[in-house]
């Protein structure tokens, strides 16, 4: 994606500002450094969960699109659809988010950066 920091420079500015601000993250697969996709596992408090994948829309701009699995209480199933996703790309990041508002986090540091 050009014209944007490195996958690895944001993951790690993600990381920071979830640990920050008392919520959890971590990497369940890292991916290529400088251009590798990133894939969101969004935990909330009640039990669900949203994945999104960070992506271009139709005039270059960054943004979070929500994907995987329907159901957002199946853990199994989004556990499966993210590593059938790694084992097609081995590039891809997966970083798993725990905290209040974890898609505020994500948009405001992954689609801005």
């Known amino acids: 994606m050009m014209g944007t920091l490195p996958s690895g420079i944001l993951v790690s500015a993600l990381l920071k500002r979830v640990n920050d601000s008392g919520g959890m993250g971590m990497v369940r697969a890292r991916g290529d450094a400088q251009s590798g996709a990133i894939l969101l596992l969004l935990n909330e408090n009640n039990g669900t969960s949203k ?7 139709l005039l270059g701009k960054v943004i979070l699109v929500e994907t995987g699995p329907a159901d957002p209480t199946d853990a199994i199933a989004r556990e499966a659809y ?31 950066g």
């Open 51 to 57: 994945v999104m994948e960070r992506a271009l829309d």
């Open 82 to 112: 993210w590593r059938r996703r790694r084992d097609r790309d081995p590039d891809l990041w997966v970083v798993e988010l725990d905290i209040p508002s974890a898609e505020r986090f994500a948009a405001e540091t992954i689609a801005s």
